[in-house]
């Protein structure tokens, strides 16, 4: 269905304390969905879509109010950097030098810690084509935030096209330091959020997965899928997958594993789809990055009022973050994430949403 014209809507959302606006960014396909941004985080605010019955709906969690945004210990929708998920005890070496990391969770450090980059305002730049519109969000981390070497400048760009969003990432330093971004957006096709998630289909082109250890970080090791509950190579059910007698289901309270795609491939590749059959919508994400962070929002626990006042439940919505692997600075098995001097960092992210149509 083809229905009006590509647009670009900006409006202020909410002032932070220091008296700085933050901007709300509107694109609209013609195709039918809209999504949202903002420059707090650089953000997926809402992604909006037709269901089968041409009903728009919710697809992701997300707050009403900036202020939301400002308290949210869940980091929805938000762009994560520098490093996504844990690095155990806060620290790495890098050429015979020790790094300590700001601990913001327990010992540990998560996705980029107290000032991680879904906590500040990024410079906002909004575009239109005439078959896309987006925006590139820029902002530049200084040496030493958060005890990371080197300034790194880093720009994330939006483009909804028809009915795929990209998200493309780009990066350079002036010192050798770890990068792992990527997007924390819970997605929720049924009702973007009111109820869980039990009733998504999720594949996931994945042969190996990393278990964790009681650090909710990789253990090292790499396990084959196979004959396990983290078999999604066929479209699996996740109410039937996330409570299973596993000790790594258990362990983590549901999904929250790094599985493995392949060598970073350099064209995007298909990494997982998502479906739900009452509202006949599915998500397919393709990347460049070599695995997809599977978390079934486990830690959500009905004490943030989203959208409408609606409290996210544990398993309202389920994230699936295209990066490299958690840990790796502390990890010589893993694929390295040190960016050098002189290479651009580029990744990039693709999620494909349909509606049964
Ligand atoms: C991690 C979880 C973490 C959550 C925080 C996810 O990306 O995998 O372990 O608790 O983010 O919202």
Redesign the pocket.
Known sequence: MMDGQQRLTTSVFGTLPDGKEVHRFVLTSPYGIEVSLCNWGATVLQIQMPDCNQEMGDVVLGYDSLEGYLHD???LGAT?GRV???IKEARFWKSGKRYQLGRN?GLHH??GGEKGWSRILWDAYPFETNHSSGVVFRYICKDGTEGYPGNVTTSVRYTLCGKTLQIHYEATTDQETPLNL?N?TYFNLKDGGKTGIESHKLFIRASHYLPMSEA?VPDGSFLPVYNTPFDFMKPRKLAKKMDLPDPQLQR?GGL?HCFILEEEPYVPCMAATLREKTSGRSLDVFTTYPAV?C?SG??LDGSQKGRGGTPYIRRAGI?L?TQYF?DSPNQPLFPSIFLLPGVVYQHQTFWRFSWGE
Do not use: K, M, S, V
Request: negative net charge.
């Open positions: 210990p869940f980091y994560i996504a998920g844990r969770a998560l996705h990527t924390h909710y983590a929250d962070q978390y486990n830690f994230c973050e958690p």
